[in-house]
Nanobody
């Protein structure tokens, strides 16, 4: 069992930056690939980024490449999402998720989810 708690969301102006954090409980965090997803009202949950358990592999949705960076610290049971050059269309609830296997861009392949953190980007 893994419990995930996100933090770091908030209100930011367009062009600004935020860093989201996701802290995981449990001693096997390092065995899980981690992903970030987001969801806006009326839209499906969207893949943002993922990272392998050993940090060697990272993947991003095309619209996030060059602006967002996913990283993790297994010693702290934490995964991060650094978001730069934020745009109003980045407004969403951001979720972290854990998958006991390799990374995936599919939300239905993740085993555990956090409760989400709201990000609002004003124009």
């Amino acid at each position: 069992q893994v419990q995930l708690v996100e933090s770091g969301g908030g209100l930011v102006q367009a062009g600004g930056s935020l860093r989201l954090s996701c802290v995981a409980s449990g001693r096997t965090f390092s065995r899980y690939a981690m992903g970030w997803f987001r969801q806006s009202p009326g839209k499906e949950r969207q893949f943002v980024a993922s990272i392998s358990w050993n940090t060697l592999n990272t993947y991003y949705a095309d619209s996030m490449k060059g602006r967002f960076t996913i990283s993790r610290d297994n010693a702290k049971n934490t995964v991060y999402l650094q978001m730069n050059s934020l745009k109003p269309e980045d407004t969403a609830v951001y979720y972290c998720a854990a998958r006991y296997s390799g990374t995936s861009y599919r939300s239905d392949e993740y085993d555990y989810w956090g409760q989400g953190t709201q990000v609002i980007v004003s124009s």
